[in-house]
């Protein structure tokens, strides 16, 4: 076997995919081929660190995962669309950086594989040489694509007509998943400035103040943040971590205050920037505990849907606090368009 035959049939033999005289003749190979030991193994490598990356315990990937699943093309990709999509990963490997870079792009791109299945990159390769493609940053592949997700429409208060919202009820998910969150209370020295912050709100009675830091001005940055809440008078600090986020897939958001003591709590995805919303939680920052803010999803949000971010809320008699969020909302089952539009949800309050 020559290196050519070897590398063409690569993919096969990762995939454990060839008949058996061929895998000896390529395992022989690489006995002999110290080259090709080596572009082997990296494939190995970069197999199981995709495999893993695609099983990131993270609920609102693996919702968005199954959505891939459900609405790749099964004619035109045959009957493992996955396994296409670990094939097109392996096959552009180039243009990322490195391995984590390709599980970055792994969940920023799966919005995108619904529509055409592959078809954006094949898209590229009709205009572009593998050359060029592999000569592609990975950072400016990722901004395209975070440019390509910003490009669905947003309209905001939009008036939606009868046989519209008909179309919602039918894209609509019922058993949306809303993970439980927990954060962790800190004191913080007085003299710490928290930095790449969003600017500090005030409590209502400005009584304190909090902050989202570690997303950068417009949060839209990547990575975990943490919450910090000062006091007015005492300038006494506090930071809230994200409890139970070893894997660093979520991060604090936005932060709103209802009153001078809770605080409305946007909890999303932390890497790439496909995503700016997410979940809605209740966070008391005296005692630091933390409710979902609306476990029943009487928002009626598709799976998928993210808050993306509060706009007002009014204290009602009987403990209940009406809250007015923006919601995206998808205007395909592929999640490929989406608008915002406002809900009104009604919690109780303690
Ligand atoms: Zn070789």
């Known amino acids: 076997m020559d290196c050519m035959v070897f590398r063409k ?12 005289d061929l895998k000896d003749a390529m395992l ?23 495999k893993k990356g695609l099983s990131i315990d993270s609920k609102a990937f693996k919702s968005s995962r199954t959505q891939i699943m459900k609405s790749i093309d099964k004619n035109k990709y045959g009957t493992s669309p996955m396994k296409k999509f670990m094939n097109h990963l392996r096959k552009y490997r180039g243009t990322y950086t490195s391995i984590a870079a390709v599980i970055t792009v792994a969940i920023v791109i799966t919005p995108y594989i619904g529509k055409s299945g592959l078809g954006f990159t094949a898209k590229k390769s009709e205009n572009m040489s593998n050359a060029q493609i592999a ?55 007085k003299t710490y400035m928290p930095n790449f912050n969003n600017g500090w709100t005030d409590s209502v009675n400005k009584k304190y103040s909090a902050t989202v830091e570690g997303r950068g001005i417009s949060s839209e940055d990547e990575g975990v943040a943490t919450i910090v809440v000062k006091e007015a008078v005492t300038e006494n600090q506090w930071a809230f971590n994200l409890l139970n986020n070893e894997d660093q897939q979520s991060s604090p958001k936005s932060v709103y205050w209802i009153d001078d003591e809770k605080l409305l709590v946007i909890v999303g995805i932390a890497q790439g920037h496909a995503s700016k919303g997410g979940n809605l939680y209740m966070l008391n920052t005296n005692t630091a505990e933390t409710i979902t803010a609306d476990p029943k999803n009487t928002a009626n ?13 009014n204290k009602l008699p009987n403990n209940q606090l009406e809250i007015n969020i923006e ?24």
């Open 135 to 189: 000569s592609k940053s990975s950072e400016s592949f990722k901004n395209e694509m975070s440019t390509a997700k910003s490009a669905p429409k947003m309209q905001s208060n939009s008036v939606k007509g009868q046989a519209e919202a008909k179309q919602d009820t039918s894209l609509a998910i019922t058993n949306r998943d809303i993970p439980e969150r927990a954060f962790e209370k800190k004191a913080l020295n």
């Open 301 to 313: 949000l598709q799976n998928g849907s993210e808050i993306m971010r509060v706009v007002s809320t």
């Open 28 to 50: 022989q190979h690489i006995v002999e081929c110290e080259e090709c030991r080596t572009v082997y193994e990296d494939e190995l490598s970069l197999d199981a660190a995709i």
């Open 327 to 350: 919601v995206s909302v998808y205007d395909d089952d592929i999640q490929n368009e989406f608008h915002a539009e406002n809900r009104i949800i009604i919690v109780p309050i303690k």
């Open 9 to 20: 049939r690569l993919n096969d033999l990762v995939e454990d995919n060839i008949a058996y």
